[in-house]
C-alpha cells in the first residue's frame, strides 16, 4: 500500500491517524479523510482512490476531483449538490456512481476535501 505506515493519537478534536501515502506522511482524522486539504497531491489521490478499489481514475473522475479542489479553494468550503450538478453538467446521480462511497465518503476524501461531519 504504497510505503504504509500508521501511528494514532487522540487530541481535543478527535483521533488522528498519521500514514505514508504516496511517500507522504499524511495526518488523517478517524473515517480517512485528510486533516489538512494541503497535504493532498494527485499522487496521494491516486493512492487513496487505489485504497477504495479504484485502480484508475479516469478523465470524469479528474474533472470531479479537479472541481471539488477549486471549488474548496475558492470558497472555503465544499460544493453544495446544485454547484456540483452546475458546474460540471452531470445528474447527481451519475457523480455518486463514478465513486464508491459516492460524493460525500469517496470524490470528498479522494479529493483531500475534509470531512463532511466538520462542514457546517
Not at 19 to 29: L, Y
Request: hydrophobic share 35%.
Amino acid at each position: 500500500m504504497n510505503g504504509f505506515h500508521e501511528s494514532q493519537e487522540r487530541t481535543g478534536d478527535g483521533r488522528q491517524t498519521t500514514r505514508v501515502v504516496a511517500g507522504k506522511e499524511i495526518v488523517f482524522d478517524d473515517e480517512g479523510f485528510l486533516w489538512r486539504p494541503e497535504d493532498w497531491t494527485e499522487e496521494v489521490g491516486r493512492a487513496l482512490a487505489s485504497e477504495s478499489g479504484m485502480e484508475v481514475l479516469d478523465d470524469a473522475r479528474w474533472s470531479v476531483i479537479r472541481f471539488l479542489r477549486e471549488y474548496y479553494a475558492y470558497h472555503g468550503r465544499a460544493p453544495m449538490n446544485r454547484d456540483l450538478k452546475a458546474g460540471l453538467g452531470m445528474s447527481l446521480m451519475d457523480l455518486e456512481a463514478l465513486f464508491p462511497g459516492g460524493i460525500r465518503k469517496g470524490a470528498r476524501r479522494i479529493a483531500g476535501l475534509p470531512n463532511p461531519r466538520s462542514c457546517t
